[in-house]
């Protein structure tokens, strides 16, 4: 089984454990909205990753799944959050919730997701604590970008772990807790998961600066116009690109200019996904740890 194969079984599981949710939302207009964040699916990467490293220590992935479908609440509620602060009109190709229903409305949403997620991981409250971590670290993350703290690579990997990172981490953490694994599989597999998290990051920055819109589902170039920390585009501005190049620029002509700057940035994703492998060395040879490692790979090469 490949791994986009893996990724929509997985989704499955966890998309089964979401429908109940909405039943008591009041009134309707909340309740659709929040609907409409649950339905705009995306790869289902970070639920995955908590039914892995599950399977890795012993457990199933039908045990993890209340615990994949927490994770994933929380990452939705970061991308409403998200378009709220970036005023981005589209995601995944459709039109984000506050153009539809407003920004106190999405606002109001982001509110009930985060809720929700944590109702369900609280049939285990050992999860609690990895999820609030990963919620208080996505809001500094958030902050991190508004007060331009990244200029160098450095200070962009810490907003990165915060902004991206962190849930991952958080991801493999309570993965590995409903799978019943030891202190040292806990701090192995969190591990893995920051590190997968930066390179997904970074391979977001990438893509803003290679892809069409057509292909990615959202605008792009949307790092440069909106003047957020990218990896890609500090490694060039410090490179004696100015930003007002990069503005003048098409994609293609964009891609030329800060080319070595791109491969710089694909260099440090190889790396965070070396140093991921490098965590679950010691795990069993099982299907599970494999799918961890082809998941590195895949993270670093997909097109969206």
Known sequence: MDIEQLLADRARLVDSELPNLLTDIKPPELAAAVAYAIASKGKRIRPALVTLACEAVGGTAKEACFAAASIELIHSSSLVLDDVIDKSEKRRGQFTIHTLWGNDMAL?????????????????PRLIHAIADSLFCMGEGEAMELVDFAKDKKSYLELAFRKTGSL????????????GGDKKQIYDLTKFGNHIGLAFQIRDDILDCISREEDLGKPVKKDLFMGRPSIVLLDAINSGISIEMMMKCNNGELMHLVGNSIEFAQKTARE????AKNHIEELDDTYAKTKLNELGDYIISRSK
């Open 272 to 275: 965070e996904i070396e140093l």
């Open 168 to 179: 991952f981490s958080s991801a493999a953490e309570v993965g590995v807790l409903v799978g």
């Open 108 to 124: 109001l949403t982001v509110q009930i997701l985060a809720a929700l997620s944590l109702k369900i991981a609280a049939r285990d």
